[in-house]
């Protein structure tokens, strides 16, 4: 059964660019280590809610961008087994690839796909 990683974040609109190549790095690194797919996806039409909204649950600022993404698995197994070599990868050491938001604002989850049409 298929399985994803879900995260939306907050971005500085200033920094779409600088986001889009980290998020193709880190892609790369992902699919070599067996994701399926690697999805982005740049908000456009992201309502600010009364009670709850993605923009309410990141934070996001006047000057940020709602980011919603994910990464599509083969399966839960081969997503635990890769998981530990991506965070040793060097690639992925933040001190040399910073990310380019607010990781404490981020919110993910991992999920098995039960409907897929």
Do not use: H
């Amino acid at each position: 059964m298929k399985y994803v990683d879900g995260f939306v974040l907050a971005v500085p609109t200033a920094n779409r660019e600088i986001y889009q190549k980290f998020a193709l790095d880190v892609a790369e690194l992902f699919r070599e280590m067996g994701a399926l797919k690697v999805v982005e996806c740049w908000g456009s039409e992201v309502p600010e809610g009364k009670v709850t909204s993605f923009p309410m649950a990141v934070k996001c600022q006047p000057e940020e961008t709602v980011v919603f993404s994910w990464i599509e698995w083969p399966s839960k197994s081969v997503r635990d087994q890769a998981m530990p070599r991506i965070l040793q990868d060097p690639r992925f050491d933040m001190s040399k690839n910073p990310i380019p938001f607010d990781g404490k604002r981020m919110i993910f989850g991992s999920f098995e796909m039960f409907v897929e049409v």
